[in-house]
């Protein structure tokens, strides 16, 4: 049978619309799942993603990089590697693998969205190959972990952390369900693809690659390149999108869309990045700090990007960039102080060295974080590290599901935004976060934290051993502990010796 060339067929096949006479458009695309900006069927039929692929040249490609990516790592697979690998590293893979592996399953089902019910054929053919993208995503990153299962349980939250009710899992699984699980399939593109991947992951995964490559861990480095490369394909659904919302006069709930998931998921990825760059990657082995890498990278490329689509910087941008030197450093303390309720091993890694590192980094560290950590090294070289565990419980935000905290120190910058709604007083860690509550109330308002649950009868009674049974820690795997076994206070006793 002769073939058509590509060029006489491609335009038709992925362009092509169709007129429902069985039941009514509306039946076949319900505003909900599909287009709640009441844009016309011809509208989206503008939809033109700048990458186009076949599906015969997709699964040409996709082979190529899976045999690619599954050939490294057998080959590898008897190197040492991971028997003398840094631990400070290991929490970094451990703690990547729980948050990303079931997420990017969810990612396939939001796709699976985009494909049935955008009323767009050319975003409807290009979700369904970004729908296979992040199958093959899932697939790689449950495969990977699982022969490190053996030599270490905490691996196997690749496969158990989405179905526990870790506080941390829930933080991540609270914003995910909001911009991607329970969204209609445009501001899902909007919220998944423009402000999730194409601003942030699609170019963290580019660093993390780099950095994982510098650490040794070929395997790793290799198979994130893989996941990116789809990234790069499947991440500009968004951007058609919007251009069509703002062409016809829905500019601001397009900016809405992008404000609310931008922050939602700026949120966690400080967690899940900004800690292990600063923290976790062993000093000698940092190309970047990660505020080095939110300007080169993600401000300058994603403003540029918010300008050429016609859009504007979010309303916090100053928030934000305040955020980018304080979220993470806090959360590095408070989850190292509450090591035993997450599923990697976190390093406290502020021995002098380091610290002279941060404070060139992140002027300042030492005045507000560094003292911190003062008092908590202060213990260690007494010999009092039960001292080192808080007996307090956080305050959570009700939107971010993360503790309140802010600059420690002279400045004290920690404060709870709160707002009473329906009899109810709901917590905030930012003026944000309490913005994106405000905008639909009844969306979150029935969502308990964790620290809720123990007040309300569902941890009950709320012991530690029964909070953390709750959380999955001891069930999954045992909770972390320092990950280099508090070695990194040596160099304070060195020089209190001297
Ligand atoms: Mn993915
Ligand atoms: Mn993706």
């Known amino acids: 049978m002769a073939l058509l060339d590509r060029s006489e067929w491609y335009g038709l096949a992925r362009e092509t619309n169709w007129t429902p006479r069985y039941v009514a458009e509306n039946e076949l695309f319900p505003a909900d799942l599909s287009d709640p900006y009441g844009l016309p069927m011809k509208a989206w039929e503008a939809f033109d993603e700048p990458y186009k692929v076949s599906y015969r040249e997709y699964v040409k490609v996709q082979r190529e990089k899976d045999a690619n990516a599954y050939s490294v790592k057998a080959a590898l697979s008897r190197s040492k590697f991971y028997d003398s690998a840094d631990e400070g590293y290991l929490s970094l893979l451990k703690l990547h693998y729980g948050a990303v592996s079931l997420t990017e399953y969810q990612a396939c089902q939001a796709q699976g969205r985009m494909s049935r019910f955008s009323k767009a054929p050319g975003m409807r053919n290009t979700s369904t190959f970004g729908m296979m993208d992040e199958m093959r995503h899932t697939q790689l990153q449950l495969f990977f972990p699982h022969e490190l299962v053996t030599r270490d349980r905490q691996f196997d939250w690749a496969h158990e952390a989405t179905h526990t009710k870790n506080w941390a899992v829930l933080g991540g699984r609270h914003c995910m369900d909001d911009i991607m699980m329970t969204r209609d399939a445009i501001t899902t593109s909007i919220m998944l693809s ?17 950095d994982s490559e510098a650490i040794g861990d070929f395997t790793f480095s290799n198979m994130i390149t893989s996941i990116q490369s789809d990234e790069a394909r499947h991440a500009q659904l968004g951007t058609p999108s919007i251009e069509i919302l703002i062409k016809n006069g829905k500019k601001a709930e397009a900016q809405k869309a992008l404000d609310i998931s931008f922050w939602r998921v700026w949120r966690l990825f400080a967690i899940l990045t900004g800690i292990p760059m600063d923290y976790y ?22 403003v540029r990007q918010l300008n050429d689509i016609g859009l504007e910087k979010p309303w916090y941008w100053d928030m934000f960039l305040d955020d980018i030197e304080n979220h993470h450093h806090c959360q590095q303390g408070g989850i190292w102080s509450w090591r035993p309720t997450v599923w990697w091993n976190p390093p406290g890694a502020v021995g002098p060295k380091e610290r002279e590192w941060l404070e060139k980094k992140y002027p300042g560290w030492n005045d507000s974080y560094g003292r911190y950590w003062d008092v908590i090294i202060g213990n260690l070289l007494d010999g009092h590290e039960e001292k080192t565990h808080p007996n307090c419980i956080p305050v959570i935000c009700n939107m971010c599901q993360i503790p309140v905290s802010n600059r420690p120190g002279p400045k004290w910058k920690a404060r709870v935004y709160q707002l009473d709604y329906k009899e109810k007083r709901y917590n905030f860690c930012t003026p ?32 530690l051993p029964n909070v953390l049974t709750y959380m999955g820690i001891g069930v999954v795997s045992n909770g972390g502990r320092d990950g280099y076994d508090y070695s990194w206070i040596n160099g304070y006793r060195k020089q209190a010796a001297e």
């Open 432 to 463: 944000v976060c309490k913005w994106i509550f405000e905008q639909e109330p009844e969306r979150y308002k029935d969502f308990e934290t964790i620290v809720d649950r123990m007040y309300s009868g569902v941890i009950d009674p709320p012991t």
């Open 194 to 210: 423009f402000a999730f991947e194409t601003g942030l992951t699609n170019l963290q995964m580019v660093g993390l690659a780099a």
């Open 281 to 302: 990657i062993p000093l000698e082995k940092r190309h970047m700090s990660f505020k080095e890498f939110m300007h080169e990278w993600v401000i300058k490329q994603f």
